[in-house]
C-alpha cells in the first residue's frame, strides 16, 4: 500500500528494490519516519525534492545513500560497488514498479558521486545521485 507523502514512497521504492540485492538486504535500514535505533551496519536514505521546472509535475529528486558501519559478509568496497551497478541496471521502469504505482520514475540515477569520510571514527560512504519522478494520485 503506498504512504501518505510523496518522499516516503520514493524511500519505499528505493527500499524494495535494495532489498531484493542479497548484498543490500544485508544492511539495517533506517526509515525517515522511524525512531527505532539501528545495529550496524546500517544504511540511511535522505531525500531532497523540488518541482523542475516550476510549475510541473516533475520532481527532482536528490537521494542519498549513506552506509554506516562495516558489512556482515562483504568489504565496504564491494557492497558500494554493489549499489552502483544496481544503479546502473535500474531503469525507471523498475523503480516505478517498486513503488506499487504511487511514483513514476523518468530515467535513471544521473550525476552520481561518491564521498567516503570517516565520522567519529565510524566509516561512512555516501552515494547521492540525482533521479527524476513524478508522484501519482
Known sequence: MPDVDFLTN????FLELFMQDEMLKEYNWQRWDSDVQLELPRGLIGLKSRRDPEESPYHRIEVSVRFEGRPKKQKLSVVMNELVELLKNTD???LTNASHGSVTFIGRAIQVQEERPIMS???????????YAVPMN
Do not use: A, K, P, Q
Open 10 to 13: 520514493v524511500e519505499s521504492s
Open 92 to 94: 525507471d521502469e523498475d
Open 121 to 131: 571514527g565510524l566509516r561512512t560512504w555516501t552515494l547521492t545521485f540525482v533521479i
